[in-house]
């Protein structure tokens, strides 16, 4: 009995060795613990979130793999040039001499729509989208939205390999991202980096701004293309990036998917994007404002300006109110006032409650629907 517990432990401490030995210089024979050759596996955890499993082979191939079919080239031909801020639009390429620039877009529907930035194909006379296979084919503007600088385009192809929206309301800032588009025109490109930051507004780029922020590689010609996570899921279309070179200093940032979903169907199903409007020029309020305008108020946006004979005009409002509350919802900036002024239904009543001095009343104010910019 004795020789044979000895023969039995012997035996486990073998096992134990050729296992400790294999774990350590052949790693990738323990079973499928990749998807492929150095593809990291992809799991869901709470919340919709992702992230990547830890892996010898760390790499996010899948979701290259995964997303790059859908993101195609735009160039667009253009008889005049737009002059653009390296700071701000550096994506811009139709200031050559050819009159010719080239950006992206990412395909959302198997049946040819498209979805790029405004900026991207304003001002074009024609329009051409190069595909993975290298097909180039026309495309016919939808609709735009320079509020957002958003525009769909339409490709008469089928079979098309659309993106996945991904679950944008549960990005953290840190989970890893890629960014796909055609940078300086040498072709389909991917670079990654991680979510810097969610919610950044008061950029100055477009009206409504509620951008991603990233340190994932952008260059001119990614304006339009595609911000994805770990799944190759779309996060963002990748807008514009802070540079004073004209080059990525790591600060890019990116229009969420669920905005560019929601101002898709509205461009798909009526030609435009209906937002709410009530005629005023606001501005956020500084606690040295509010001391020298001598504002009873610690929270607020300051209406500065109210267009005569517009929607607040008519309802009593005037320069120097402060707006505390639109439709009950409280406001703290210029950018939530315009975003919940936005998504009020035109020809519809709200009650913004407003401050003037000592005195707080509210206003019942007939929305109208927020015209279209006119060009400078």
Same mark, same amino acid.
């Given at each position: 009995?004795?020789?044979?517990?000895?023969?039995?432990?012997?035996? $486990?401490?073998?096992?134990?060795?050729?296992?400790?030995?294999?774990?350590?210089?052949?790693?990738?024979?323990?079973?499928?613990?990749?998807?492929?050759?150095? *593809?990291?596996?992809?799991?869901?955890?709470?919340?919709?979130?992702?992230?990547?499993?830890?892996?010898?082979?760390?790499?996010?191939?899948?979701?290259?793999?995964?997303?790059?079919?859908?993101?195609?080239?735009?160039?667009?031909?253009?008889?005049?040039?737009?002059?653009?801020?390296?700071?701000?639009?550096?994506?811009? !390429?139709?200031?050559?001499?050819?009159?010719?620039? /080239?950006?992206?877009?990412?395909?959302?529907?198997?049946?040819?729509?498209?979805?790029?930035?405004?900026?991207?194909?304003?001002?074009?006379?024609?329009?051409?989208?190069?595909?993975?296979?290298?097909?180039?084919?026309?495309?016919?503007?939808?609709?735009?939205?320079?509020?957002?600088?958003?525009?769909?385009?339409?490709?008469?192809?089928?079979?098309?390999?659309?993106?996945?929206?991904?679950? $944008?309301?549960?990005?953290?800032?840190?989970?890893? *991202?890629?960014?796909?588009?055609?940078?300086?025109?040498?072709?389909?490109?991917?670079?990654?980096?991680?979510?810097?930051?969610?919610?950044?507004?008061?950029?100055?780029?477009?009206? %409504?701004?509620?951008?991603?922020?990233?340190?994932?590689?952008?260059?001119?010609?990614?304006?339009?293309?595609?911000?994805?996570?770990?799944?190759?899921?779309?996060?963002?279309?990748?807008?514009?990036?802070?540079?004073?070179?004209?080059?990525?200093?790591?600060?890019?940032?990116?229009?969420?998917?669920?905005?560019?979903?929601? *101002?898709?169907?509205?461009?798909?199903?009526?030609?435009?994007?209906?937002?709410?409007?009530?005629?005023? #020029?606001?501005?956020?309020?500084?606690? !040295?404002?509010?001391?020298?305008?001598?504002?009873?108020?610690?929270?607020?946006?300051?209406?500065?300006?109210?267009?005569?004979?517009?929607?607040?005009?008519?309802?009593?409002? #005037?320069?120097?109110?402060?707006?505390?509350? $639109?439709?009950?919802?409280?406001?703290?900036? /210029?950018?939530?006032?315009?975003?919940?002024?936005?998504?009020?239904?035109?020809?519809?009543?709200?009650?913004?409650?407003?401050?003037?001095?000592?005195?707080? %009343?509210?206003?019942? *104010?007939?929305?109208?629907?927020?015209?279209?910019?006119?060009?400078?």
């Amino acid at each position: 009995m004795q020789r044979l517990w000895l023969i039995f432990s012997q035996s $486990v401490t073998v096992v134990v060795a050729l296992l400790f030995v294999v774990a350590t210089f052949k790693p990738d024979w323990w079973g499928d613990r990749t998807l492929g050759s150095g *593809v990291v596996a992809i799991t869901e955890v709470s919340g919709g979130s992702s992230s990547a499993a830890i892996s010898p082979h760390n790499s996010l191939a899948l979701a290259a793999k995964r997303a790059s079919p859908a993101v195609v080239s735009v160039v667009s031909s253009q008889t005049r040039s737009k002059a653009a801020e390296l700071a701000t639009r550096p994506f811009l !390429d139709d200031e050559e001499p050819s009159g010719e620039g /080239t950006g992206s877009a990412v395909i959302v529907s198997a049946n040819g729509y498209l979805i790029t930035n405004n900026h991207v194909i304003e001002g074009a006379d024609d329009i051409e989208v190069v595909l993975g296979d290298r097909r180039h084919v026309s495309a016919r503007v939808i609709g735009t939205d320079p509020d957002s600088d958003l525009a769909v385009l339409k490709i008469n192809v089928d079979g098309l390999p659309a993106i996945t929206f991904g679950p $944008v309301e549960s990005l953290q800032v840190g989970d890893a *991202v890629l960014a796909i588009g055609n940078p300086f025109n040498v072709g389909q490109t991917v670079t990654s980096g991680i979510v810097s930051a969610i919610g950044r507004s008061g950029l100055g780029l477009n009206t %409504f701004e509620n951008f991603i922020q990233t340190d994932a590689a952008i260059n001119p010609g990614n304006s339009g293309g595609a911000l994805v996570d770990v799944n190759g899921h779309l996060l963002g279309i990748n807008t514009a990036i802070y540079s004073r070179t004209g080059g990525s200093l790591g600060i890019g940032f990116a229009i969420p998917a669920s905005t560019a979903r929601q *101002v898709m169907a509205g461009l798909i199903r009526d030609g435009v994007v209906t937002r709410g409007w009530i005629g005023v #020029q606001p501005s956020d309020i500084s606690p !040295d404002m509010a001391r020298s305008l001598h504002l009873n108020v610690d929270e607020g946006v300051l209406i500065t300006g109210v267009l005569q004979g517009g929607p607040a005009s008519k309802a009593g409002m #005037q320069p120097g109110d402060v707006v505390i509350k $639109v439709a009950g919802k409280p406001v703290q900036s /210029t950018a939530q006032l315009l975003d919940t002024v936005a998504a009020l239904k035109p020809k519809s009543t709200a009650l913004i409650s407003v401050q003037r001095g000592d005195t707080a %009343f509210d206003l019942r *104010v007939l929305v109208a629907q927020r015209p279209r910019p006119t060009k400078s």
